[in-house]
């Protein structure tokens, strides 16, 4: 594949006689297979808007001698992706803060971590991630216990990843204050041993405050946060995204401002659309006022910021998702049923408050209990105004018609973890033998009409690119999308619909932003198991090329 970007644009180039009108497009893409347009589309790029789609003869008097040419040479042109779930700045954050403790019992993690935290002040917070921290217990003591023998002066924190579930030290607790006799905040639990003492797992807000609380001991400048950002937006731009949905976990400790900063410096590349993330524990007009501060609702530009994320319940494959019926064997004893983050009271009255101000929602719901909250607060939200965003995301089983409701309201669903379905599938069918609720998939959502997004679980470890979600959702036979064009939608207008930012992006048609990527060809070329290994050429943002594949720029 050899592709040809030329700075000076040469009438003899095409054969074509010299124009001497004003030329007013940038860059013209000749030669690619265009999505959804005819064989013989030609794109024309002014200001980093699309201003023509057509035939190359009809644009002749719009060019002139800088007009900017890229032949793909009969690759294919498809509209950038959209990335409707990172946590880009969740992890610049915690990968300057966080000691190597990824596996519990692993001596030589701990050790490690033991020497980096003996460099820090005391009161600077340990920080470790780790899997199974329900299930995978210590060895004749408690969490607590066990954090207390290897950091018995320093508070801790050990968190599953995007789980809001922790384990703290006693250290960690007491800055919470968290005893014996205190009373839980409000959205999180605190796992208690038989004398009422504190075992160390706390779940929900207390381990967000944990979090907060870490996060503020360690500092970072901003020249080391914007090189790391640089880096995942190359790795972006790499696998064809040019909009992206960011997590906004720790708003309330420096994200927004990080953005703003970016921003400011000139070197946001990509699309980013902010979610702070609520809280059950902080007050809800104190919220308020700071989401009324931070509004911002210009698509024209890179940073928007006009929904929230919502972490309504638990995680099913912990166990702590909300379900209309008990657990067989509940991860919490006194919480046969999971947990609400949110109570339905107050997600009611949140989406209300929220629509008012002109906030959207991204609503992460994973039991039946917690999706039927959810869709009848965004009904009564429906009541005040049609104008709001709502998605719902991680949810696996729900009854039929809430499905119906699902599209009456015009709520978008966003699919992540393919790969987990069959096994949470196996899982609904041991707990929940005599449930009324069904199993959600892709044909199911497209099925009922309802917008579907595809998008990763996050970013590092958790991320996979779309294409490997797009080869993905086509091998899930009956359970999958139905066709490449559909799935293709699943990564371009269909999360451009649940940021609401339809309009500017999403696909390739006059008037929208210039968000492209080049692939070697049309996806419909390939065996659907082997979309995930197609090559991409190119990414453009805003007209401007961000990628180049290095055999391009070898070839130049």
Known sequence: MYLLRAFCFFASFLFLPPVAAAPNIDTLIINGQVHQAPDDT????????????????????????????????????????IELHAHVFDNIMFSHRICPLQRLGNSLAIANCVAMAEQWPKERWVMGYSHGLLDTLPKNSHPRQWLDKHFPDRPVVVSEPHSLIAWLNTRALERLKVTRYSLDAKGGRVLRDSQHYP?????????????????QSHPMTFASSLTSMQEIQTAFHQQGITSL??????????????????????????RVSVRPRLSPYRGVNEQLVQLKSILRND??????????????????????????????????????????????????????????LGYGAYLITEGDAAVEAAVYS????????????????????????????????????????????????????????????????????????????LSSKGYNGGHQSPLAQISQSLQLGEHGFGSVSEAIDSYTIEPARALGIE??????????????????????????????????????????VVYEAEELKQSL
Do not use: C
Request: charge should be negative; aromatic fraction near 8%.
């Open 42 to 81: 030609v794109v024309g790029v002014t200001r980093g808007k699309i201003s023509y789609l057509g035939t190359l003869e009809k644009i002749q008097p719009l060019l002139g001698d800088t007009t900017q040419v890229i032949d793909l040479e009969g690759a294919a042109l498809y509209p950038g992706f």
């Open 245 to 270: 949905a960011e997590g906004g976990s720790l708003w309330q400790v420096g994200s927004i401002d990080f953005w703003l900063a970016v921003l400011d410096s000139g070197q946001l590349d990509v």
């Open 503 to 544: 309009g500017i992006t999403g696909s390739i048609v006059l008037g929208k932003s210039a968000d492209f990527v080049v692939m070697e060809r049309t996806l419909d070329e390939f065996a659907h198991e082997a979309i995930a290994d197609a090559v991409i050429l190119m990414t453009l943002y805003q007209g401007k």
């Open 199 to 215: 075992n160390g797992i706390v779940v929900g807000a207390i381990a967000e405050q944990a979090l907060m609380e870490a996060v």
């Open 378 to 453: 965004i009904q009564n939200a429906r009541r005040m105004s049609q104008d709001q965003r709502f998605t719902l995301t991680d949810m696996h089983f729900v009854e039929p018609n809430v499905l119906q409701l699902i599209h009456k309201y015009d709520v978008s669903v966003n699919f992540t973890e393919l790969h987990d379905r069959r096994y949470l599938s196996r899982q609904m069918a041991k707990e929940l033998p005599g449930s009324v609720s069904e199993k959600v998939t892709l044909a199911s959502l497209s099925r009922h009409g309802i917008s579907t997004a």
């Open 299 to 356: 698509f024209a530009s890179s940073l928007i910021i006009n929904q929230v994320k919502i972490s309504v319940d638990g995680q099913y494959h912990l166990g702590t998702a909300r379900l209309n019926s008990p657990y067989l064997s509940p991860a919490i004893a006194s919480e046969e049923k999971g947990l609400f983050y949110f109570s339905p009271t107050e997600l009611n009255t949140w989406l209300q408050r929220l629509q008012a």
